[in-house]
């Protein structure tokens, strides 16, 4: 096999905590992270010249190293001596910069194509330890389905699936630095903070109005602040039905959370309707089944 097609999954966090910063400037993190159907298409071939080359649909994303996609193909042919190198064809559909993971989704995607491209044989913990080199979501992004994400979110444990709902994703049209979020972030006594255990109870008992009535970010304390879009969006869908409305990861993106896709749909028009956010995409939950790597699916 020469050439593969591969599903990068956008992810979402139905809970996110912040519960210390660390010594080396990173955060102590407690995350329920989801993945959802909105993915971007890759297409990776084998070539017989050297190298890594990308071809995008998104002329300001960087073509060099400074794409993680890039440098995962990058990592795995060093690493292993790979004779000649990959093309890689990325469509991206994925917001940029957006919250949902779109370039680790991409790295992870790359990973765990090479190794059945080149038939590296690495199991899902030994591609999750490379993925960990090119950020800190590339082990959930290899994973996918519900799980919980602690320390800087690459100590996984696969949770009970969310049950069946509707996910809609709004994307305001601004740009918000992760870096801006987690710099301004100050957790106090007066922080409230989402009570993810009761989630994951929830999670175990099949019950989305409870897991939904729990859903929280930290993280909105500040990107919400600077950019009440993000309240606007909030409130719109909560009236349209959603049975939680929040930012996910640093944000922009917020998603909600409905039982019924006529809803979703409606809020969706609404929001379209009264310039909120002009990237709209109403999906659904990805089931990743028992952590087996099922790439057709990636
Ligand atoms: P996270 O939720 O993990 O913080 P994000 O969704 O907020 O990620 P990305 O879409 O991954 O953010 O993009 C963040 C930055 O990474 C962008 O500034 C972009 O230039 C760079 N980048 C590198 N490779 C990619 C890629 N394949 N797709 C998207 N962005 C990429």
Same mark, same amino acid.
């Given at each position: 096999? =020469?050439?593969? !097609? ?9 809970? $996110? ?12 993190? =407690? ?5 959802? =159907? ?11 010249? *050297? ?61 765990? +194509?090479? !190794?059945?491209?080149?038939? $590296?044989? $690495?199991?899902? *913990?030994?591609? &999750?330890? =490379? +993925? ?11 994973? &996918? ?71 929280? !970010? ?20 909560? *009236? ?31 929001? &379209?309707?009264? +310039? ?13 089944? !028992? ?5 057709? *699916?990636?």
């Amino acid at each position: 096999m =020469r050439q593969l !097609n591969l599903r990068a999954m956008a992810k979402i966090n139905l809970g $996110l905590d912040v519960t210390g910063r660390r010594e080396d400037g990173y955060h102590d993190l =407690r995350m329920i992270m989801q993945t959802v =159907r909105l993915f971007d298409s890759i297409s990776l071939s084998a070539t017989r010249s *050297e190298g890594v080359r990308i071809r995008t649909n998104l002329g300001f994303l960087p073509t060099d190293d400074g794409n993680l996609a890039v440098k995962a193909a990058r990592l795995l042919i060093e690493e292993f001596g790979i004779e000649g190198g990959v093309f890689i064809d990325l469509k991206k559909k994925i917001p940029v910069a957006a919250g949902l993971a779109g370039g680790s989704s991409d790295a992870a995607a790359v990973l765990v +194509g090479m !190794n059945r491209l080149f038939h $590296l044989q $690495l199991t899902q *913990e030994q591609l &999750r330890e =490379r +993925g960990v080199k090119l950020g800190a979501d590339v082990p959930y992004c290899i994973m &996918r389905g519900t799980a919980l994400a602690e320390g800087i979110g690459d100590i996984l444990t696969p949770l009970a699936s969310i049950p069946p709902c509707v996910i809609l994703i709004a994307k305001p049209d601004l740009h918000v630095s992760t870096r801006f979020v987690y710099t301004h972030l100050e957790l106090t006594e007066q922080t409230v903070h989402p009570d993810i255990d009761g989630q994951i109870r929830c999670l175990e008992a099949g019950d989305l109005r409870g897991l939904c009535s729990l859903c929280g !970010n930290v993280l909105e304390t500040v990107t919400e602040q600077a950019y009440p879009v993000i309240s606007d969006i909030k409130k719109r869908m909560k *009236e349209h039905g959603a049975l939680a409305a929040m930012m996910s990861g640093s944000g922009p993106s917020v998603f909600g959370i409905f039982e019924k896709r006529e809803d979703a749909r409606k809020a969706a028009s609404v929001l &379209r309707e009264d +310039g909120y956010a002009r990237m709209l995409c109403v999906t659904e939950p990805f089931y990743a089944g !028992n952590g087996r790597i099922q790439r057709e *699916e990636v």
